[in-house]
């Protein structure tokens, strides 16, 4: 996975693939759901982790310029998402996806859970950079990450 020593271009393309994993696992989520408000809410989370993907690709064409396809979907075929935000195996994660999601209060769960996943990752990962400006990247990522995390808490506790 990191190592600690990788370069911010590198870093930016591994963060671009975690945040491609968790679209997909968003959006396999919303897929699975029947009820329109927990679909909906699922959605949402998709669109914003593509929000960040939308992010890292300007980012990432800002420095390399010559590499940089014009479209944030040619982009998105060019790098490979493997992982989700927390740096489970994307594939594993879907599999907590396999549980039925009874209402409401399941789907929040298993978003508390995805989400406090990704924070610990870059969190620990900013931790490990020996680049400032890697490091920088992954504390900026962190602090997005507790954002949805403390949304998708106050959710969870209003449906509570």
């Given at each position: 996975?990191?190592?600690?020593?990788?370069?911010?271009?590198?870093?930016?393309?591994?963060?671009?693939?975690?945040?491609?994993?968790?679209?997909?696992?968003?959006?396999?989520?919303?897929?699975?759901?029947?009820?329109?408000?927990?679909?909906?809410?699922?959605?949402?989370?998709?669109?914003?982790?593509?929000?960040?993907?939308?992010?890292?690709r300007?980012?990432?064409?800002s420095?390399?310029?010559?590499?940089?396809?014009?479209?944030?979907?040619?982009?998105?075929?060019?790098?490979?998402?493997?992982?989700?935000?927390?740096?489970?195996?994307?594939?594993?994660?879907?599999?907590?996806?396999?549980?039925?999601?009874?209402?409401?209060?399941?789907?929040?769960?298993?978003?508390?859970?995805?989400e406090?996943?990704?924070?610990?990752?870059?969190?620990?990962?900013?931790?490990?950079?020996?680049?400032?400006?890697?490091?920088?990247?992954?504390?900026?990522?962190?602090?997005?990450?507790?954002?949805?995390?403390?949304?998708?808490?106050?959710?969870?506790?209003?449906?509570?």
């Open positions: 996975m990191l190592k600690g020593d990788e370069s911010l271009l590198d870093s930016i393309l591994f963060a671009f693939g975690l945040e491609k994993g968790s679209n997909t696992f968003y959006n396999k989520a919303a897929e699975k759901v029947d009820d329109p408000n927990i679909k909906e809410f699922f959605s949402a989370m998709a669109e914003v982790e593509r929000g960040h993907m939308a992010n890292l300007v980012l990432y064409c420095m390399d310029n010559d590499t940089c396809p014009v479209t944030l979907e040619e982009f998105t075929e060019t790098v490979p998402g493997p992982y989700v935000e927390g740096g489970k195996l994307l594939e594993n994660a879907l599999k907590d996806l396999d549980v039925a999601f009874i209402d409401e209060l399941d789907a929040m769960k298993v978003a508390l859970k995805h406090g996943e990704a924070y610990g990752f870059y969190a620990k990962a900013a931790k490990r950079m020996q680049d400032p400006e890697v490091k920088v990247l992954f504390e900026n990522l962190a602090v997005e990450e507790k954002k949805h995390l403390d949304a998708v808490s106050k959710r969870l506790k209003e449906t509570e």
